[in-house]
Structures are given as C-alpha cells and as structure tokens.
Nanobody
Framework: VQLQASGGGLVQPGDSLRLSCKAS????????TGWFRQAPGKEREGVGC????????FYADSVKGRFTISRDNTKNTLYLQMNSLKPEDTAVYYC????????????????????WGQGTQVTVSS
C-alpha cells in the first residue's frame, strides 16, 4: 500500500490550491481515507475524510466551507481542494488510509489510520 501526496506550494492568503494523493496497492474507494496536517510545533490534526464506497465526507470545523475532498476512482486518486487559504493553514499535509471499514463512516482522528503518504508542504504567506 502506498500513498503519494503532491501539489503543495507557497501561496498568498485568499489563494486556492489543490492537493492530490495517488494510491497504489489498493483500490481507493475500498478504504476510508483522510487528509491531515501538521504545523510546526503542533500536533497532527484531521482536516477531513471520505468513507469507502458511498463516499460520505466529513470536515474539521476549521476548514468547513473552504476545503473540499473528492475522489476519482478511475485515477485512484484523492483530492483536497483548498480555497480562501489563510496563514494558519500553513502545514505539511498528509493523506492516509484506514483499514477499518465501517459503512458510511470515516474518522478524522489520526490514530485510526494505518497507511500514510509522505506529506506535502503548504505555505500561506504574503
């Protein structure tokens, strides 16, 4: 199982950015997957997740209304569209997969996840 995150970069406040997470070794919609981030000196926090199968999506309050998770099953790729970016969104962003499948459910608790991508840096600064 491998997850390869990409798409990070340096943007200005208010800008948009889309992160991608290419999965290999498993079919993306067979497992719950999520996006997480970790800022310097802070604990890793959940951004949002998408359940296996029906693709129910849950977001952390801090990003609700600004970030959108989607999944392209034909490309086996997970996306995180980030709009109206703020300096406090600066962090290393990770995608992850959870081997515990519960219908229509996913978690934004990082300890639930078993497989992790390598992370991609997002910096929001003027």
């Amino acid at each position: 199982v491998q997850l390869q995150a990409s798409g990070g970069g340096l943007v200005q406040p208010g800008d948009s950015l889309r992160l991608s997470c290419k999965a290999s070794g498993f079919t993306l919609d067979d497992l719950p997957t999520g996006w997480f981030r970790q800022a310097p000196g802070k604990e890793r926090e959940g951004v949002g997740c998408i359940s296996s199968g029906d693709g129910k999506i849950f977001y952390a309050d801090s990003v609700k209304g600004r970030f959108t998770i989607s999944r392209d099953n034909t490309k086996n790729t997970l996306y995180l569209q980030m709009n109206s970016l703020k300096p406090e969104d600066t962090a290393v962003y990770y995608c992850a997969a959870d081997t515990l499948v519960i219908p229509s459910h996913c978690s934004i608790a990082s300890y639930e996840y078993d497989y992790w991508g390598q992370g991609t840096q997002v910096t929001v600064s003027s």
